[in-house]
T-cell receptor
C-alpha cells in the first residue's frame, strides 16, 4: 500500500526566504509523485510531478522538488517566498495500479510573513 | 481549454437523504475520479471511471455510487447521508495513464449534512 507523510502541518516563512515543505512516501513499487497547491475555497492545482527520469523536477511558480529514492522523500522547495505562495500544499503518491488512486498527505499550510 | 467544473458549489442536506453531485471534465479528458476531502485532511479516493465503467474504488461503502456519461461528464451519488459525509467533494479528470499526466481538479462541492 502507498502512503504519504507530510512533516509539519503548518510552516511559516518570511517573504523572500527559502520555502521547504517535506514529504516522505511509502511505496512497494517505483512511485509516481506529485505536489498540489490548494488556495482557499478552490480545488487542487498541480505544481509538479515526478514520473521517471531526472530526479530534480521543476514546476510552476518557481517551485521544484527532488526525488530521493534512498530517503523515500520528495521535498518541495522554492528559493524565495512570495506572499501569493500562502496556501495549503499536498503531496501525493501513485503506484500506477488499476484505478490510478492517488494517496494524499494531510497537507501543509504555508504562511508567508511580510 | 475549459477546466473541470462542478455543481453545485454548496449543498445542505439532512441525514438520511440522497444527493447527486455533477462534474464536467476538462475538454479532451477521458477519465474522471472523485475524491472526498474532510476538513483539515487530504483528499481521499472514492472511485474512478473510464469508458463509462468504474475502474477502481477506494474504501467507501456502496452507498457511494457514480456514473460517467459518453461526453465524459460524471455524477457522484450518495444515498442515506450520514453526518460524517460532510466534506468537500472534488472531481478530477485526466488522460490515461493518469500517473503520467496528473489530475486536473475542480473547485469542489461543499456538502453539509445536518
Amino acid at each position: 500500500a502507498q502512503s504519504v507523510t507530510q512533516l509539519g502541518s503548518h510552516v511559516s516563512v518570511s517573504e523572500g526566504a527559502l520555502v521547504l515543505l517535506r514529504c516522505n512516501y511509502s511505496s512497494s513499487v517505483p512511485p509516481y509523485l506529485f505536489w498540489y497547491v490548494q488556495y482557499p475555497n478552490q480545488g487542487l492545482q498541480l505544481l509538479l510531478k515526478y514520473t521517471t527520469g531526472a530526479t530534480l523536477v521543476k514546476g510552476i511558480n518557481g517551485f521544484e522538488a527532488e526525488f530521493k529514492k534512498s530517503e523515500t522523500s520528495f521535498h518541495l522547495t522554492k528559493p524565495s517566498a512570495h506572499m501569493s505562495d500562502a496556501a495549503e500544499y499536498f503531496c501525493a503518491v501513485s503506484d500506477g495500479a488499476t484505478g490510478n488512486q492517488f494517496y494524499f498527505g494531510t497537507g501543509t499550510s504555508l504562511t508567508v510573513i511580510p | 481549454e475549459t477546466g473541470v467544473t462542478q455543481s453545485p458549489t454548496h449543498l445542505i442536506k439532512t441525514r438520511g437523504q440522497q444527493v447527486t453531485l455533477r462534474c464536467s471534465s476538462q475538454s479532451g479528458h477521458n477519465t474522471v475520479s472523485w475524491y472526498q476531502q474532510a476538513l483539515g485532511q487530504g483528499p481521499q479516493f472514492i472511485f474512478q471511471y473510464y469508458r463509462e465503467e468504474e475502474n477502481g474504488r477506494g474504501n467507501f461503502p456502496p452507498r457511494f455510487s457514480g456514473l460517467q456519461f459518453p461526453n465524459y461528464s460524471s455524477e457522484l451519488n450518495v444515498n442515506a447521508l450520514e453526518l460524517d459525509d460532510s466534506a468537500l467533494y472534488l472531481c478530477a479528470s485526466s488522460l490515461v495513464p493518469v500517473e503520467s499526466y496528473g489530475y486536473t481538479f475542480g473547485s469542489g462541492t461543499r456538502l453539509t449534512v445536518v
